[in-house]
């Protein structure tokens, strides 16, 4: 999954600081668990801040990570 949030980021010129940011997190840790597969199965609320923050459908990102 994090590939896809990976290839939204370098499409949008955007770093994951800034996904953090736009957020609303405190510190990018949480992107980081993400990030390096701390985080297997990511909470919708998760999902939905992050699909909210770079502008996706949710189904962007997940129609992705279920093709693997």
Do not use: C
């Not at 999902?47 to 990570?65: C, G, N, T």
Request: aromatic content about 4%; proline content about 1%; cysteine-free.
């Amino acid at each position: 999954m994090w590939d896809k949030i990976q290839s939204i980021l370098d499409k949008k010129n955007m770093t994951a600081n800034k996904l953090a940011e736009l957020m609303g997190l405190k510190n990018n840790s949480l992107i980081y668990e993400l990030k390096h597969g701390h985080i297997k199965k990511p909470s919708f609320e998760l999902m939905e801040k992050i699909a909210d923050a770079l502008e996706v459908s949710m189904d962007e990102i997940r129609k992705s990570s279920e093709r693997r």
